[in-house]
């Protein structure tokens, strides 16, 4: 097993978006992300274990259980439903993917690889100083993660820019749209079951 040539491979991808042209199912998908991950995960495992011990045993704790349950569990799983998700909207209601759903999780899995670039930094423990560190590094990682899924996406899927734009633009907004909906909906049930009258909390015009 290569780890440093399997992170390069990783790091290419980041860095180089517009090069994600590769052919993967979506077990091969998977496969690339594990390899590509353990080198960083070892390295983030490492330093953000004893910055967290430093500060205490549960934030060291917090740290390696936050790093293994996310960069080996949640980001795989992550990509399966995410791809899921994206292939329903972008392929079948708004038509704007001309691929398989292998595509669609390949260009989800690059998207990940700048989170594995910067893992070490990204799992930072979220305490005193370090969280504003941890807030500038996440906020570069999303901006990056955006730029890379994007162009990953018009890669694989043989799309324009805008299109790749409009892929991940349009599911957020329903998805949030359907969350802010949920939420409105419980907050509004649990303020009724407190016995405060929903018209209290949104009024309505004689």
């Known amino acids: 097993m290569d780890l440093i040539g399997d ?14 042209t590769q052919n993967m199912n979506l ?16 390295i983030a495992l490492i330093i953000d274990g004893i910055i967290g011990f430093l500060v205490s045993p549960l934030q060291g704790a917090i740290a ?15 990509i399966i439903i995410n791809a899921a998700i994206y292939q329903f909207f972008d392929k079948i209601l708004f038509k704007i993917f001309t ?16 989170i594995l670039v910067l893992a070490f930094l990204y ?3 979220a305490t005193g100083a370090l969280i504003y560190i941890r807030y500038v590094f ?8 955006i730029i890379v899924l994007t162009l990953s996406f018009r890669e694989q899927q043989n799309i324009s820019t805008g ?3 409009l892929a991940w633009l349009l599911p957020g907004i329903i998805l949030g749209i359907i969350a802010a909906i949920i939420i409105i909906g ?15 909390f949104f009024p309505t015009t004689p």
């Open 138 to 145: 996440d906020l570069i990682i999303a901006i990056w993660t």
């Open 64 to 78: 390696l259980a936050s790093i293994v349950g996310m960069l080996w569990i949640g980001l795989p799983i992550g």
């Open 7 to 20: 992170f390069k491979a990783g790091i290419n991808a980041a860095m180089h978006p517009s090069s994600n």
């Open 99 to 114: 691929g398989d759903i292998s595509k669609t999780a390949t260009a989800v899995m690059f998207g990940e690889m700048p």
């Open 186 to 200: 419980i907050f509004a049930v649990a303020l009724t079951a407190y016995g405060v009258p929903s018209s209290s």
């Open 123 to 125: 799992f930072l423990p």
């Open 163 to 165: 299109k790749a734009v």
């Open 27 to 42: 077990g091969q998908a998977i496969g690339f992300y594990y390899k590509a991950s353990i080198l960083p995960g070892i």
